[in-house]
């Protein structure tokens, strides 16, 4: 993931960590099947349409990051065995990830962390890098 400034709000406004969810959309077509450069928070996969409430039975938490308020840009690197886990029992070849804050802000000025998207101008859109690792005989 690139975090990018989003020139939306104040980063004074927001708590000293922002936490962000990753959340993996289950293995099913009919959730798989979205359009990125059209989609909207209301219909995403996972989304109930009702602020950042999350529909689980659509995606599954994978972990965690936090996110200084002072920091706007650079790399983010997720790393967890849900992660991997939920990687390795794909069977349909697409994997779509959500990503919600779990920091509520102080004030409804406050600044936004953002991350780039495959659309973006300057840096480039999320990407899954892969180790893989020999079999446990």
Same mark, same amino acid.
């Given at each position: &993931?690139?975090?990018?400034?989003?020139?939306?709000g104040f980063a004074? &406004?927001?708590?000293? &960590?922002?936490? /962000?969810?990753?959340y993996g959309v289950?293995?099913r077509p009919e959730?798989?099947? #979205?359009?990125?450069?059209?989609?909207?928070?209301?219909?995403?996969?996972?989304?109930? =349409?009702?602020?950042?409430?999350?529909?689980?039975?659509? +995606?599954?938490?994978?972990?965690?990051?936090? /996110?200084? *308020?002072? *920091?706007?840009?650079?790399?983010?690197?997720?790393?967890?065995?849900?992660?991997?886990? #939920? +990687?390795?029992?794909? *069977?349909? =070849?697409? &994997? =779509? /990830?959500?990503?919600?804050?779990?920091?509520?802000?102080?004030?409804?000025?406050? *600044? +936004?962390?953002?991350?780039?998207?495959?659309?973006? +101008?300057?840096?480039?859109?999320?990407?899954?890098?892969?180790?893989?690792?020999?079999?446990?005989?």
């Amino acid at each position: &993931l690139n975090l990018v400034p989003s020139d939306r709000g104040f980063a004074m &406004l927001l708590p000293e &960590l922002t936490t /962000i969810e990753v959340y993996g959309v289950r293995d099913r077509p009919e959730l798989e099947s #979205w359009d990125s450069a059209s989609l909207q928070w209301a219909h995403a996969p996972g989304s109930t =349409g009702e602020g950042t409430d999350i529909d689980e039975s659509e +995606v599954i938490l994978l972990g965690s990051f936090q /996110i200084e *308020r002072s *920091r706007m840009d650079g790399p983010v690197i997720f790393e967890s065995p849900e992660l991997t886990r #939920w +990687v390795n029992q794909d *069977r349909t =070849g697409v &994997l =779509g /990830i959500l990503l919600v804050s779990a920091s509520m802000p102080q004030d409804h000025w406050s *600044r +936004v962390h953002a991350f780039a998207s495959s659309h973006h +101008v300057e840096a480039a859109g999320p990407s899954l890098e892969v180790h893989a690792q020999p079999l446990q005989q």
